[in-house]
């Protein structure tokens, strides 16, 4: 599974961006994808997942900013940030996997998209 992310870049604290994760080669045993982030000295944190059946989750710090989507027409992943504050910048990774017991794991991840949102 190849994992190909577009959409980052600078934005004004206040603004929105929209990142796009296209997914490719052998998908049957992807199931969710979704997105995390790391910021400079800090630990990766999940942002968003999506499942095959839509059900998603974010992130307390983004809830009701970002929304996670997916077009299984064009095995892409859509993460919609708006209202976007200076402590979302971080490259943001795009990942790829399945759910085993109700738990996610990812098989495979992007190269990262940086954001950086300016005050």
């Known amino acids: 599974v190849q994992l190909v992310e577009s959409g980052g870049g600078l934005v004004q604290s206040g603004g929105s961006l929209r990142l796009s994760c296209a997914a490719s080669?052998?998908?049957?045993?992807?199931?969710?994808m979704g997105w995390e982030r790391q910021a400079p000295g800090k630990q990766r944190e999940l942002v968003a997942r999506?499942?095959?059946?839509?059900?998603?989750n974010y992130a307390d710090s983004v809830k009701g900013r970002f929304t996670i989507s997916r077009d299984n027409t064009k095995s892409t992943v859509y993460l919609q940030m708006n209202s976007l504050k200076p402590e979302d910048t971080a490259v943001y990774y795009c990942?790829?996997?399945?759910?085993?017991?109700?738990?996610?794991?990812?098989?495979?991840w992007g190269e990262g998209t940086q954001v950086t949102v300016s005050s």
């Open positions: 080669g052998t998908l049957f045993s992807i199931n969710g």
């Open positions: 990942n790829a996997g399945g759910y085993s017991g109700g738990f996610y794991y990812a098989v495979a």
């Open positions: 999506i499942s095959g059946g839509g059900m998603t």
